[in-house]
């Protein structure tokens, strides 16, 4: 049984496919399991996954029409089931996996634009349900594509390999970190994809909160991205201003995440560093705006949601549209609004604990 999971988005869609890989493998040990992925992150992850027989990685918007079909082409007919992970509501991704041409191909009917995204081309599939986790709607939908049912509900799986926890406290070591205080991490960035930067709580909230939480409790912070986050990264730094405040600057995912392993609290934005650090078993303060919690909140590990829980929320939900506001006073009301003490408040909750 040769099964293709086609994970065409982030990082945080793929961290969240790994509990239900861990289930279906485990009913079907003898299966074949390949992944087909775009980003560079989603594919460090998966690659760590004894799961996994094969990883594929093809970058489908930097290739071009033919050169993708050509690729397409070279996969068709090599597997009898294949999955696009949850969330999936684009046509481009429906059509890639209807081209690979499994005979049995898993897919979730959307409450919005599912037609126009051309979900039909899936042969078995699911409803979406908006009370469920994205965990669990992979899990769902892995058990209607191979027909079995199992209660468990696992936690997310990035294993880290020992030259990520070296890489860790090498970086502690260079820096002259302090060990004997508390780690806060930030992540102050998300996918720009979709207008989706409007999720972001603003840097200078992130600033005035570093300063707060450096004064009051005595805390290192540590801020997180990626490279192309370099420039939010040393704004904040500059702001903070502080021989406490770090920019972390690791050469690959699974450095990043042997580094937020060792934060006390991670604070973060709606992002792939969110479930990374879900993954890691961390305190997680979580800034949501328009965002449906109950899709993506951390799994299996301790957090807070700080929301103001606007009526007009959540109004992101997946489609292939760019994420807007309908508000007339206040443009994203709902993650702008959001004060510096609110969040602190959640910190220190953390931190409180561990003293």
């Known amino acids: ?12 869609d793929a961290l969240m496919f790994t509990p239900a890989l861990e289930l279906a ?28 027989s094969k990883v ?29 992970v949850y969330p999936a509501n684009r046509k481009e991704y429906n059509i890639i996996q209807y081209l690979i041409g499994a005979k049995h191909r898993a897919g979730v009917r959307y409450n919005r634009m599912d037609k126009n995204s051309l979900g039909f081309l899936n042969t078995v599939r699911i409803p979406e349900d908006d009370a469920l986790h994205n965990v669990e709607e992979n899990i769902l939908q892995m058990q209607s594509l191979l027909s079995f049912s199992a209660p468990e509900r696992p936690a997310l799986n990035f ?9 860790a406290e090498s970086f502690i070591a260079v820096n002259n970190i302090r060990r004997d205080v508390p780690y806060v991490g930030f992540h102050a960035g998300c996918s720009p994809l979709k207008n989706h930067t409007k999720r972001r709580w603003d840097p200078d909230n992130f600033i005035e ?6 004064t009051e409790s005595n805390v290192n912070i540590l801020i997180f991205g990626g490279p ?38 991670f604070v ?17 303060v979580a800034v949501i705006g328009p965002t449906n919690s109950a899709y993506i909140h951390p799994w ?21 549209k760019h994420l807007a506001c309908t508000r007339t006073d206040t443009e994203f009301k709902c993650v702008r609004e959001i004060s510096v003490d609110m969040v602190s408040g959640a910190v220190h909750e953390y931190l409180d604990q561990g003293n």
């Open 159 to 167: 294993p880290l390999f020992e030259e990520d926890e070296f890489a």
């Open 209 to 214: 909160l570093g300063k707060k939480l450096i």
């Open 56 to 84: 594929l990685r093809f970058d489908f918007l930097s290739e071009g029409l033919i050169r993708s079909l050509k690729y397409i082409y070279k996969l068709r007919g090599q597997y009898d089931y294949s999955i696009n």
């Open 228 to 265: 192309e986050e370099n420039e939010l990264k040393t704004e904040i730094k500059e702001g903070i201003n502080s021989s406490n405040c770090f920019v972390t600057d690791m050469k690959n995912l699974g450095e990043s995440a042997a580094l937020i392993q060792k934060c006390d609290v």
């Open 268 to 284: 973060t934005n709606d992002s792939s560093l969110m479930h990374v650090a879900s993954a890691m078993q961390r305190k997680v």
């Open 1 to 12: 049984m040769k099964i293709l999971v086609v994970a065409l988005a982030g990082i945080g």
């Open 25 to 52: 493998k485990k009913e079907f040990p003898d299966a074949m399991f390949d992944a087909l992925v775009m980003s560079k992150g989603s594919e460090d992850i998966f690659r760590r996954l004894p799961q996994f």
């Open 300 to 320: 299996k590990t301790d957090y807070k949601i700080v929301s103001l829980h606007l009526e007009c929320s959540p109004c992101f939900f997946y489609s292939p």
